[in-house]
């Protein structure tokens, strides 16, 4: 038995969600994404400080979950946000952080926690 398989999918879900988007390259991805709020045809690491090799890398990895689409036109791939995916990612993220964030205890008063 793998040991992530004793958790809920949910618990999964997020855990895969929270991976893909670890890494700063893939952050820079989805913003430059959502800032030219267009499908972009060309070659994202223009934009990124890494070789194509590794955007590319990481465009399989955020397309693997679902975050993008990646669409074949002739000899250019057409990237997009999918905006309905990336709803439901932050919906389980908030339900999530909700019940956390709603608990009484807490412990850090006493360690100057912030």
Same mark, same amino acid.
């Given at each position: 038995m793998i040991k992530k398989e004793? =958790?809920?999918? $949910? !618990?999964?879900?997020?855990a895969v969600f929270a991976k893909a988007i670890s890494h700063?390259?893939?952050?820079?991805?989805?913003?430059?994404?959502? $800032?030219?709020?267009?499908c972009i045809s060309g070659d994202i690491s223009d934009q990124l400080p890494l070789s194509r090799t590794t955007?590319?890398?990481?465009?399989? $990895?955020?397309?693997?979950? &679902?975050?993008?689409? &990646?669409e074949i036109d002739g000899l250019k791939i057409n990237y997009c946000l999918c905006s309905k995916c990336i709803? $439901?990612? !932050?919906?389980? =993220?908030?339900? =999530?952080f909700g019940k956390i964030k709603s608990t009484e205890i807490n412990c850090c008063a006493e360690k100057n926690c912030q």
């Open positions: 004793v =958790f809920d999918n $949910e !618990l999964q879900e997020l700063p390259a893939r952050l820079a991805i989805l913003k430059y994404l959502a $800032e030219t709020k267009t955007v590319s890398q990481h465009l399989k $990895e955020l397309r693997d979950i &679902g975050l993008i689409h &990646g709803a $439901e990612k !932050l919906d389980l =993220f908030d339900t =999530f």
